[in-house]
């Protein structure tokens, strides 16, 4: 009997203000550093479901206040990192917001460099790639679930 893989959970926050959403320059994380993510973003702890994962994270890296009511489910992705490890696949939890409490600003300037505003449809071209997935779609809407990084049959 073969191994199964284990999930690494993530939750995303994509902040909206009309057509455009709030990024985050990354850096000095190891992953993916000099592309753009999303604002608010993070592993899910121990005991931590996703929305609470969400408001964390919101207040960690943004210093900003999230009513988790005001946290609209966008899809949930099942993504490989191209990895074939057993830990190489990953859940990530999408999530839009529109209203919060506070300006949010950068509270971890060593894992980011910049923090700016961006239209659905001109998004910086190094963007994370499977958040790019999702932020192209928003306009369109998103299935519940979507997956990214596997091969397709």
């Known amino acids: 009997m073969s191994e199964r893989p284990r999930l690494v959970p993530a939750s995303y926050v994509v ?11 990354r850096q000095g994380t190891g992953y993916m550093d000099g592309c753009w ?4 973003a993070g592993h899910l702890e121990a005991g931590e479901s996703a929305v609470l994962a969400a408001v964390r994270e919101a207040q960690e890296e943004l210093g900003i206040t999230i009513d988790p009511e005001q946290l609209v489910p966008l899809t949930t992705m099942h993504r490989s990192n191209g990895a ?6 990953r859940v990530d939890f999408f999530f839009s917001c529109e209203l919060w409490h506070g300006e949010p600003r950068l509270m971890e300037p060593d894992k980011a460099a910049d923090l700016g505003w961006f239209l659905l449809d001109g998004l910086p071209h190094a963007t994370v790639p499977h958040e790019r997935y999702v932020l192209e779609r928003l306009a369109a809407g998103l299935p519940s679930l979507t997956t990214f ?3 397709t049959v």
């Open 37 to 40: 993510a999303a604002a608010a």
């Open 15 to 25: 902040f909206r203000r009309a057509d455009q959403v709030l990024l985050q320059l």
């Open 149 to 151: 990084g596997f091969d």
């Open 84 to 89: 074939t490890a057993l830990d190489g696949q």
